[in-house]
């Protein structure tokens, strides 16, 4: 059975942020440009924890940070909001995600592991899909020639 490591990060994460968007269990207030930053920041926190043992909200600023700007100076890497990451865990905690660990940070809990894997293997499912509708297609144009 393919996991979360089988499929591509894009892909997933797509498909992982349309699934908590249409479960409905995610509440955010204020929204950037993008109407469903949430969903996919919370995917991609999701598979970040998934992929490694366990998570603190210090990896995960560092993980979504970005180059600071300084003028004529050399960019340097800032770290993003704190607040943004400890509101998407503490949301993914509220569904069954996340869980606690002893040390302050996140693991991925059992149901949210299953979770994942179901919606990768659902991805790769439609990947293959994709891949057969493709080859009839290629088919056909050569029988057609």
Same mark, same amino acid.
């Given at each position: 059975?393919?996991?979360?490591?089988?499929?591509?990060? *894009? &892909?997933?994460?797509?498909?992982? /942020?349309?699934?908590?968007?249409?479960?409905? +269990?995610?509440?955010? $207030?204020? #929204?950037?440009?993008?109407?469903?930053?949430?969903?996919?920041? &919370?995917? #991609?926190? &999701?598979?970040?924890?998934?992929?490694?043992?366990?998570?603190?909200?210090?990896?995960? !600023? +560092?993980?979504?940070?970005?180059?600071?700007?300084?003028? %004529?100076?050399? /960019?340097?890497? &800032?770290?993003?909001?704190?607040?943004?990451?400890?509101?998407?865990?503490?949301?993914?905690?509220?569904?069954?995600?996340? @869980?606690? !660990?002893? %040390?302050?940070?996140?693991?991925?809990?059992?149901?949210?592991?299953? *979770?994942?894997?179901?919606?990768? !293997?659902?991805?790769? @499912? #439609?990947? +293959?899909?994709? *891949?057969?509708? *493709? @080859? $009839? $297609? @290629?088919?056909?144009?050569?029988?057609?020639?």
């Amino acid at each position: 059975m393919p996991g979360v490591r089988d499929v591509s990060a *894009d &892909a997933f994460i797509a498909a992982y /942020s349309s699934h908590l968007k249409r479960s409905g +269990k995610l509440q955010w $207030e204020l #929204a950037p440009y993008d109407p469903d930053w949430y969903y996919v920041r &919370a995917a #991609a926190v &999701a598979r970040h924890i998934y992929l490694r043992k366990d998570v603190g909200i210090g990896a995960l !600023t +560092k993980l979504h940070g970005g180059r600071n700007r300084r003028g %004529n100076r050399p /960019s340097h890497h &800032a770290d993003s909001s704190a607040a943004v990451q400890r509101k998407i865990c503490q949301s993914l905690e509220k569904i069954g995600v996340l @869980e606690q !660990t002893d %040390n302050g940070g996140r693991r991925i809990s059992q149901d949210g592991q299953r *979770d994942l894997d179901r919606i990768a !293997t659902a991805v790769v @499912e #439609a990947a +293959k899909g994709d *891949d057969e509708e *493709d @080859e $009839e $297609e @290629e088919e056909e144009e050569e029988e057609e020639e």
